[in-house]
T-cell receptor
């Protein structure tokens, strides 16, 4: 059984650029959620994808968008990067969509915006 | 109403001691309460979890105590070890998302 894998692990962008982060869900899981974790804070929910559709969204602007693919992997896209977007972006997989059970997190992608 | 308040922010415990971390919530619709452990540079790892119809759950040295009427729950780490030094997050599950506490940085002294 493979766990949640994320890429890239670290990246540096400048303000105004765009970034794409990738996630492969744990085998057997059909739901992917993305969280943003600022330094010294708990993870904040961005959105969830189930059956290739956005299933719920947190308090993040539309420049945060995502995709889920038929193999349940997912992408997080952030446009027009701002300095405050610097954070650890965590992907979590689970089973069951809105009735989702336990979350299993990847190691995260550390984004630095200069 | 969507917040989960966690305390203390940091905790120092001697090896062999008991570590206690507390969380409180407001939303009675939350239906699942996990605790996550996070080491520096790593993603959070599920440690133990409880549902609101249970008052206590124990797994090895880790115990969750849950008080539904007070809307509080806590993590107890018995016989704390230096390897337990990490940041701990409580969380509460809503309809489709988890709300996390702000974290407790635990240091266990050898």
């Amino acid at each position: 059984e493979t766990g949640v894998t994320q890429s890239p692990t670290h990246l540096i962008k400048t303000r105004g650029q765009q970034v794409t982060l990738r996630c492969s869900s744990q085998s057997g899981h059909n739901t992917v959620s993305w969280y943003q974790q600022a330094l010294g804070q708990g993870p904040q929910f961005i959105f969830q994808y189930y059956r290739e559709e956005e299933n719920g969204r947190g308090n993040f602007p539309p420049r945060f968008s995502g995709l889920q693919f038929p193999n349940y992997s997912s992408e997080l896209n952030v446009n027009a990067l701002e300095l405050d977007d610097s954070a650890l972006y965590l992907c979590a997989s689970s089973w069951g969509g809105r009735g989702t059970g336990e979350l299993f997190f990847g190691e995260g992608s550390r984004l630095t915006v200069l | 109403q969507q917040q989960v308040k966690q305390s203390p922010q940091s905790l120092i415990v001697q090896k062999g001691g008991i570590s206690i971390i507390n969380c409180a919530y407001e939303n009675t619709a939350f239906d699942y309460f996990p605790w996550y452990q996070q080491f520096p540079g790593k993603g959070p790892a599920l440690l133990i979890a409880i549902r609101p119809d249970v008052s206590e759950k124990k797994e090895g040295r880790f115990t969750i105590s849950f008080n539904k009427s007070a809307k509080q729950f806590s993590l107890h780490i018995m016989d704390s070890q230096p390897g337990d030094s990490a940041t701990y997050f409580c969380a509460a599950k809503g309809t489709y998302k988890y709300i996390f506490g702000t974290g407790t940085r635990l240091k266990v002294l050898a």
